[in-house]
């Protein structure tokens, strides 16, 4: 997904993110996934749906999550959308998120992305070739040498899994979540 761009249609207006984070969330037996153990709920029911719709969530009281579900029915798999690199829509997306100093912010975290494309519960179980939601291949290929590999981020209480390497993210790009995003993983 990573290269990807994320459209998001609010009425007439047209917004657009290139991804450039993302995590794997592999299902029932990942103890860090929301259908880890096979759980399945009206929370995560979206998870369970076929390959190329919107798994949304709420976390922590405050934030939503986007997340692309990857499998065939039945099998709750799915990629959350870490952060992107505005394209289009940038002072909906400002408006959005006055505290955002700088673009690169806007859509750097999650919840920040989530915020600022107005991506909530409502878009649950969108598809993702839709009318409000959809994704589009990327212009270019992107290149091995350019994504970076390393454990997901906030996962520590699912310790089977907190280290996982699950999360990609494109080498050096500013709009990554987090300063880490910029030092090379630990090994080891």
């Known amino acids: 997904l990573l290269g990807c761009v994320l459209w998001r249609r609010r009425g007439r207006q047209l917004l657009a993110a290139r991804l450039v ?49 990857t499998q065939e029915s039945d099998i709750a798999e799915a990629i959350l959308i870490r952060a992107a690199e505005p394209l289009q829509g940038i002072e909906s997306m400002r408006r959005r998120r006055p505290k955002a100093k700088r673009d690169r912010d ?59 390497p699950l999360r990609f993210y494109l080498r050096g790009n500013r709009h990554v979540s987090g300063a880490a995003a910029f030092r090379p993983p630990s090994v080891g």
């Open 106 to 164: 806007l859509l750097s975290g999650p919840g920040k992305l989530c915020m600022a494309l107005d991506i909530d519960g409502r878009l649950d179980g969108e598809p993702l070739d839709g009318n409000r939601l959809f994704l589009t291949k990327r212009d270019a290929p992107v290149d091995e040498s350019e994504i970076v590999v390393s454990p997901r981020i906030g996962v520590e209480g699912a310790v089977a899994a907190a280290h996982w």
């Open 21 to 69: 984070e993302t995590e794997a969330y592999l299902g029932a037996n990942d103890a860090a996934s929301h259908a880890r153990r096979g759980l399945r709920s009206k929370r995560n029911e979206s998870m369970y749906l076929e390959g190329g719709h919107a798994y949304v969530y709420f976390t922590y009281g405050m934030y939503w999550c986007l997340n692309v579900v």
